[in-house]
Nanobody
Framework: QVQLVESGGGLVQAGDSLRLSCTGSGRTLSSLTMEWFRQAAGKEREFVAG????????SYADSVEGRFTISRDNAKNTVYLQMNSLKPEDTAIYYC??????????????????WGKGTLVTVSS
């Protein structure tokens, strides 16, 4: 079992930055592919960013490429999502997810088998 807890969401203005954290228990996150997804009101959950085991490879959605950065702190068993130059369209609930089956970064939510409960990010214009 893997338990994931997100934190760091909040209300910010366009252009601001936020750093989301995802702290894990029950399993060492460095051995797992870790990903961030988001879901805006009335929309489907979508891939945001992913990192392969040991941080060897990262992948980003086109909409966040160059603004968001995924990283790990293995000592804290935590994965981060640094979000810069936030836009109102980034408003969503952000979820951390773990894939315990594959090493690849898979952008389909259905491929992830552990999820946190999410943290809300609201970006005002």
């Amino acid at each position: 079992q893997v338990q994931l807890v997100e934190s760091g969401g909040g209300l910010v203005q366009a252009g601001d930055s936020l750093r989301l954290s995802c702290t894990g228990s029950g399993r060492t996150l460095s051995s797992l592919t870790m990903e961030w997804f988001r879901q805006a009101a009335g929309k489907e959950r979508e891939f945001v960013a992913g990192m392969s085991t040991s941080g060897g490879r990262t992948s980003y959605a086109d909409s966040v490429e160059g603004r968001f950065t995924i990283s790990r702190d293995n000592a804290k068993n935590t994965v981060y999502l640094q979000m810069n130059s936030l836009k109102p369209e980034d408003t969503a609930i952000y979820y951390c997810a773990a894939d315990t089956f594959t090493l690849a970064i898979i952008t389909t939510p259905g491929a992830m088998n552990y999820w946190g409960k999410g943290t809300l990010v609201t970006v005002s214009s």
